[in-house]
C-alpha cells in the first residue's frame, strides 16, 4: 500500500483546511479505509491511461498526433488526481495525533501530483512539432520534470509517524 498511498497525501491537506477547528475527527481505520478507497481508483486510472496511451502512441506517426496523445494523457491524469482529491478531502482528519497535520500532508502529495501533471501538459502544449527531434526532445524534458516534481511531493503511508495509523494501513483490506 505504501506506494499507492504516496501519491494520494496530496489531497488531505486541503480537507484538513476545509473541516474546520473543533472537528472531533474520524477513527484512523475509518480514515484509512476512506483514503485507501480514494487512491486505489486514481492509481488504476493512472495506470490505465498511461498503457493505453503508450498503445497508442505505437501508431502515431506524427508530431501533432502525438502532441495530442500526450495533452489528452496529461489532461486526463490531472483531471483524475482532481477526483482522487476530492474524495480523499471528504474522508475528513484522522482523530490521531497530528491527525490535521497528517491530512495536509496527504492533500500536499495529491495537489503535488496534479500540479506536476498540469506543468508537463502546459510544456508539452507549448511545444513546438515542426522539428521532430526539437519536440521529442521537449517532451521528454516534460516528462523528466513531472516524474521529479511527482516524487517530490510523493507521500509513502508507511512513512506516516502516527501508530494508530500506521496500523490502519496496514489491517484494513481496503488499503491490501
Not at 478507497?37 to 501508431?59: C, F, N
Not at 474522508?91 to 490521531?96: L, S, T
Not at 495536509?104 to 508539452?124: G, I, K, W
Not at 507521500?155 to 488499503?175: G, N
Request: proline share 4%; net charge neutral; hydrophobic share 40%.
Amino acid at each position: 500500500m505504501g506506494a499507492l498511498a504516496r501519491t494520494a497525501v496530496p489531497a488531505l491537506a486541503a480537507l484538513v483546511l476545509l473541516a474546520g477547528c473543533g472537528s472531533d475527527g474520524v477513527p484512523a481505520k475509518t480514515w484509512a479505509t476512506h483514503v485507501c478507497r480514494a487512491l486505489k481508483p486514481w492509481t488504476s486510472t493512472v495506470s490505465k491511461l498511461t498503457r493505453q496511451t503508450q498503445q497508442e502512441m505505437q501508431q502515431v506517426t506524427t508530431p501533432d498526433a502525438a502532441k495530442v496523445t500526450l495533452l489528452n494523457l496529461l489532461d486526463s491524469e490531472a483531471k483524475a488526481t482532481d477526483k482522487a482529491r476530492d474524495r480523499l478531502l471528504a474522508a475528513g482528519v484522522p482523530d490521531v495525533d497530528d491527525g490535521k497535520r497528517i491530512a495536509a500532508e496527504f492533500t500536499a502529495a495529491l495537489t503535488s501530483a496534479r500540479d506536476s501533471y498540469r506543468t508537463a501538459r502546459d510544456a508539452v502544449r507549448k511545444l513546438s512539432t515542426t522539428n521532430s527531434k526539437a519536440f521529442y526532445d521537449g517532451v521528454s524534458s516534460a516528462i523528466d520534470k513531472l516524474n521529479t516534481q511527482y516524487d517530490a511531493g510523493a507521500l509513502d503511508t508507511s512513512k506516516v509517524h502516527s501508530e494508530p495509523l500506521q496500523r490502519a494501513f496496514d489491517e484494513v483490506p481496503e488499503c491490501q
